[in-house]
Nanobody, 119 residues
Framework: QGQLVESGGGLVQPGGSLRLSCAAS????????LGWFRQAPGKEREGVSC????????YYGDSVKGRFTISADKAKNTVYLQMNSLTPEDTAVYYC????????????WGQGTQVTVYP
């Protein structure tokens, strides 16, 4: 059974940076696309970024383009989300998720990590 564990969330001032980590176990990143999502209080879950397993192609939501960077370390079976120039609008619980190649759904979800950007 696959498992994802996020870490790296916390409190940061506007303009600051955080790096989130998502450690996978029970499966390898070679066989799964990895995505980051977030959900703020009272809002729907939002796709933030994802990275394809095969060629490493990355995708970003419009609200984070140019500020966030997703990367994968296959040797550590871990995906990262580097977040720069944070604003209060980035405050949310951030989740990583793994989608089997060819699967229409995300098969595994992490428990989430809180990111709070406060003035």
């Amino acid at each position: 059974q696959g498992q994802l564990v996020e870490s790296g969330g916390g409190l940061v001032q506007p303009g600051g940076s955080l790096r989130l980590s998502c450690a996978a176990s029970g499966f390898t990143l070679d066989e799964y696309n990895l995505g980051w999502f977030r959900q703020a209080p009272g809002k729907e879950r939002e796709g933030v970024s994802c990275i394809r397993s095969g060629d490493g192609t990355t995708y970003y939501g419009d609200s984070v383009k140019g500020r966030f960077t997703i990367s994968a370390d296959k040797a550590k079976n871990t995906v990262y989300l580097q977040m720069n120039s944070l604003t209060p609008e980035d405050t949310a619980v951030y989740y990583c998720a793994a989608q089997g190649v060819g699967s229409p759904n995300y098969n595994y979800w992490g428990q989430g990590t809180q990111v709070t950007v406060y003035p």
